[in-house]
């Protein structure tokens, strides 16, 4: 099973608290979350107004979880290869796992 691709950096940690605690009224604006949490502004600002990207789903999906999982172990078991995995390998691997499943 090849390895979970979310990337929890300390900040990242950081950002879902302040976010936290602007929706809960604890910090009253973006700067005061800003200053409590250590958190560069414009970033805390653009995910308050914006949202997580996480959250957003993503545009064009066009793979099931099955279907992705599987395009994920393709690029995982070209990096056990020592083989680069290029956007061009990934996009013809995608296709080629959608047009099996059709």
């Known amino acids: 099973m090849p390895p979970i691709r979310n990337k929890v950096t300390p900040e990242e940690g950081r950002i879902v608290k302040a976010m936290e605690a602007l929706k809960s009224s604890e910090c009253k604006t973006v700067s005061d979350a800003q200053k409590a ?44 290869l020592g083989r680069p995995s290029k956007r061009r390998h990934i996009a013809l691997a995608a296709n080629s796992i959608l047009w099996s499943s059709s």
Do not use: V, W
């Open 37 to 80: 949490f250590n958190i560069p502004y414009k970033k805390l600002l653009g995910r308050f107004r914006h949202g997580m990207k996480a959250s957003h789903g993503g545009q064009n999906k066009a793979l099931d979880e099955a279907q992705e999982q599987a395009l994920l172990e393709y690029i995982d078991r070209c990096d056990q």
